[in-house]
């Protein structure tokens, strides 16, 4: 994994002598070799293009708007940081992020002699940025990527603060051997205790590899914009990428929707035979059977099959996948008219009518943003009569920490408390285990809530 100890002293070292020879292109002619933009040289000190170690640019092709908010993975001493804050104006803001303490101290201080009041500095890891969910435009990066040990989180971080269809511009090394055996196919999480991460070459990845990574994070139209003059090794070159965030609700209905085309249902991990905890705890809620139900993210779930069996005569069904809701459709045949059928993402959804019961077995725990939970709960609060249910099932926080290949975020009873917005009361609280058609086990943990 990544030398963090010896990127930091490689790093501290360039801050207190940044005319030292450390074996790769830095300084002013670096950047002039990049085709950084001759009014950057003009408008910003001299001395901050000594620590200029690009190993391309980014903004050659980026799209950064004056009054947008960027973030610079690895700042360094700032001289991309600052680039950024020229192009976002008075309006707009800069925000560098750095692991080195004095690359940080030195990136203030370049930002204060430039008179720069739109630059922040953070002093962090990639991976657990202290920064609010979907609040930046763009993300740059030079030079800093391949110095992390794990690249899907630092993309999954990168894809956390981006603002829906935000993008990302980033030049970095990449590995430009003829066998990449450094990492293993599933993982970019390398282990690799002897190379020389500082110096840009152990935590490279091949383009191809890399481009799969970020795709998988959740990003559309990644592409390697170009090769650079930039070389650490023999086996590496630096590469420049641009891509562009996939809004969440998107990337659900396209990953849901195509898990209903290419799976049998009644094999996935949480399919149920017979969806009994639901079914009594609707049965004890004492609704008649005219009551109004939604089931939110119904998939090809049984349940609405013994409401209808059971006699319940208005229920609706909520998924952002078309596919499961005609899977459902056809194996109700005759009593399918008796359901209303939602193709709408929770995020998107505006009821016109107002619900007795909302039943959850499979939507809140996949929502990994804080700011969707908010939603989340806006809409059921929305949706639901006063002194109505909701059923809320999740993961246990003993329970699997990823379902059908996404991240979720588990909940006990404490957890929930912390999420629920006024006007709505915990009432129920219990634990139990889902016996999946693999024969396996998983935890669950149920929420009764009652709305005001």
């Given at each position: 994994?990544?030398?963090v100890?010896q990127?930091i002293?490689?790093y501290?070292?360039?801050?207190?002598?940044p005319?030292?020879d450390?074996?790769?292109d830095?300084?002013?002619?670096?950047?002039k070799?990049?085709?950084?933009?001759?009014e950057?040289f003009?408008?910003?000190?001299?001395?901050?293009?000594d620590?200029?170690?690009?190993?391309?640019?980014?903004?050659?092709?980026?799209?950064?708007?004056?009054g947008?908010t960027?973030?610079?993975?690895?700042?360094?001493?700032?001289?991309?940081?600052?680039?950024?804050?020229?192009?976002v104006?008075?309006?707009?803001?800069?925000i560098?992020v750095?692991i080195?303490?004095?690359?940080?101290?030195?990136?203030?201080?370049h930002?204060?002699?430039?008179?720069?009041?739109?630059?922040?500095?953070?002093?962090?890891?990639?991976?657990?940025i202290?920064?609010?969910?979907?609040?930046v435009?763009?993300?740059?990066s030079?030079?800093?990527?391949?110095?992390?040990?794990?690249k899907?989180?630092?993309?999954?971080?990168?894809?956390?603060?981006l603002?829906?269809?935000?993008?990302?511009?980033?030049?970095?090394m990449?590995?430009i051997?003829?066998?990449?055996?450094?990492?293993?196919?599933?993982?970019?999480?390398?282990?690799?205790?002897?190379?020389?991460?500082?110096n840009?070459v152990?935590g490279?990845?091949?383009?191809?590899?890399?481009?799969?990574?970020?795709?998988k994070a959740?990003?559309r139209?990644?592409?390697c914009?170009?090769?650079?003059?930039?070389?650490?090794?023999?086996?590496?070159?630096?590469a420049?990428?641009?891509?562009a965030k996939?809004?969440s609700?998107?990337?659900r209905e396209?990953?849901?929707?195509?898990?209903?085309?290419?799976?049998?249902?009644t094999?996935?991990l949480?399919?149920q035979?017979s969806?009994?905890?639901?079914?009594?705890?609707?049965?004890?809620?004492?609704?008649?059977?005219?009551?109004?139900?939604i089931d939110?993210?119904?998939?090809?779930?049984?349940?609405?099959d013994k409401?209808?069996?059971?006699?319940?005569k208005d229920?609706?069904?909520?998924?952002?996948?078309a596919?499961?809701l005609?899977?459902v459709?056809?194996?109700?045949?005759?009593?399918?008219?008796?359901?209303e059928?939602?193709c709408?993402d929770?995020?998107?959804?505006?009821s016109?009518?107002?619900?007795?019961?909302?039943?959850?077995?499979?939507v809140?725990h996949?929502?990994?943003?804080?700011?969707?939970?908010a939603?989340?709960?806006?809409?059921?609060q929305?949706?639901l009569?006063?002194?109505?249910?909701?059923?809320?099932?999740?993961?246990?926080?003993?329970?699997?920490?990823?379902c059908?290949?996404?991240?979720?975020?588990q909940y006990?009873?404490?957890?929930?408390?912390?999420e629920l917005?006024?006007?709505?009361?915990?009432m129920?609280?219990?634990k139990?285990?889902?016996?999946?058609?693999?024969?396996?086990d998983?935890?669950?943990?149920?929420?009764?809530i009652?709305k005001?």
């Amino acid at each position: 994994m990544a030398d963090v100890k010896q990127i930091i002293e490689l790093y501290s070292e360039l801050v207190d002598k940044p005319n030292k020879d450390f074996g790769w292109d830095k300084g002013i002619e670096n950047a002039k070799a990049h085709n950084y933009s001759k009014e950057w040289f003009e408008k910003l000190p001299l001395k901050v293009w000594d620590y200029c170690a690009a190993v391309g640019n980014p903004f050659e092709q980026a799209d950064i708007q004056e009054g947008s908010t960027v973030v610079d993975l690895g700042c360094g001493a700032g001289v991309d940081l600052l680039v950024s804050a020229l192009l976002v104006g008075e309006n707009g803001k800069a925000i560098g992020v750095d692991i080195t303490p004095k690359m940080v101290k030195k990136a203030k201080e370049h930002a204060a002699l430039a008179g720069f009041i739109n630059v922040d500095v953070l002093e962090s890891s990639f991976d657990d940025i202290d920064l609010e969910d979907e609040s930046v435009d763009v993300v740059i990066s030079n030079g800093a990527i391949n110095l992390t040990s794990c690249k899907e989180s630092v993309f999954a971080e990168i894809y956390r603060i981006l603002k829906p269809n935000g993008k990302i511009y980033f030049a970095d090394m990449i590995d430009i051997s003829e066998n990449d055996d450094s990492c293993s196919d599933e993982s970019s999480c390398c282990i690799s205790e002897s190379q020389d991460w500082a110096n840009c070459v152990a935590g490279t990845l091949q383009k191809d590899k890399l481009i799969e990574i970020i795709s998988k994070a959740g990003f559309r139209n990644v592409e390697c914009t170009g090769l650079t003059h930039y070389k650490t090794s023999d086996t590496t070159c630096g590469a420049t990428f641009k891509a562009a965030k996939i809004a969440s609700d998107e990337l659900r209905e396209a990953h849901w929707d195509n898990i209903f085309k290419t799976k049998d249902y009644t094999q996935v991990l949480w399919h149920q035979n017979s969806p009994d905890k639901s079914l009594d705890l609707i049965k004890k809620s004492n609704i008649g059977k005219k009551s109004s139900i939604i089931d939110v993210g119904c998939g090809a779930s049984y349940l609405v099959d013994k409401l209808v069996e059971d006699g319940y005569k208005d229920i609706t069904l909520l998924d952002t996948s078309a596919t499961s809701l005609e899977i459902v459709k056809g194996r109700l045949w005759s009593h399918a008219d008796i359901v209303e059928y939602i193709c709408s993402d929770i995020m998107n959804y505006e009821s016109s009518k107002k619900f007795d019961i909302w039943h959850d077995r499979a939507v809140f725990h996949f929502l990994v943003l804080k700011k969707e939970r908010a939603k989340y709960f806006e809409v059921l609060q929305n949706s639901l009569q006063s002194g109505a249910i909701a059923i809320i099932n999740t993961f246990a926080t003993d329970g699997p920490i990823q379902c059908a290949g996404l991240d979720i975020v588990q909940y006990d009873k404490e957890k929930m408390l912390q999420e629920l917005p006024s006007g709505l009361e915990l009432m129920e609280y219990d634990k139990y285990i889902h016996h999946t058609p693999k024969n396996t086990d998983q935890k669950y943990s149920c929420f009764v809530i009652k709305k005001a």
